[in-house]
């Protein structure tokens, strides 16, 4: 798959948490943005003195199909107070346009796979990934009957990316996929939605063995802050998965 520069045309936005925003974008030029979900694209813009920089956002779009023109092309932003990118996303009007390249990364559910189980865990933005590869993961439900777990990290309910959707898809597959929002600071009010069985008090990386890691079975997917990324490698290290069955990306926020 071709890595290219092109122009993307802002359509729509709002907000998903209070310092996290949904942009939806269009390629100005007329072509499809294809790309296979998990992978990221970089907007490129320049500082206040002309120095050219980038910033990289991994694609929201759900995409089951080959992407055709005009197709959406979402991210999630996380606005960093006196940031530039977040000058740059806070003032872009509909219409206008911010120049990307791209697709990059391999954070990608594989063809090959062969595993019992996927668990995927996130926290803020990086579960942004996982949106995306819906329609991948029902298909592996569907057709090999893998079981999938997604462990995903906020400070408290407002800030759960993406829940809706999440606890939209377990609820259609209750046997095959299991939703946990941990919640670090702030649990959900109760007889809420979010106030479900599932739910727990703390990180993410605290929760992993309640699910047993299996070196056989398993295939996990860890996406977000560093710390979160590196302590559950070394668990999952420590149950025996191989290091070719852990799949990791890191969110370092830039301004």
Known sequence: MAIQHFPLKLVSRRMLAPAVGHYVFV???????????????????????????????????IHDHAMEPGEAVEIAVSYVPGGAATALFEGLEIGETVDASGPFGRFCLMPADDNRRYLLIATGTGVTPYRSMLPLLEQAIVERGVEVVLLQGARNPDELLYGDEFRAFAERFPR???????????LPEPGSAQAHADVRHGYVQQFLQEFAPDPAGDI??????????????EALKESGLEM????????????
Do not use: W
């Open 27 to 61: 390629r100005d030029d007329g072509q499809p943005l294809d790309f296979i979900p998990g992978q990221f694209i970089q907007v490129h813009f320049t500082y206040a003195d002309g120095t050219p920089t980038k910033r990289s956002y991994s694609l929201a779009t």
């Open 176 to 186: 095959n996929f299991r939703f946990m929002p941990c919640f670090s600071r702030e």
């Open 220 to 233: 996990a997917y860890l996406c977000g802050n560093p710390n979160m990324v590196d302590a559950c490698f």
């Open 244 to 255: 070719r069955r852990v799949r990791r990306e890191k969110y370092v926020s830039s301004k």
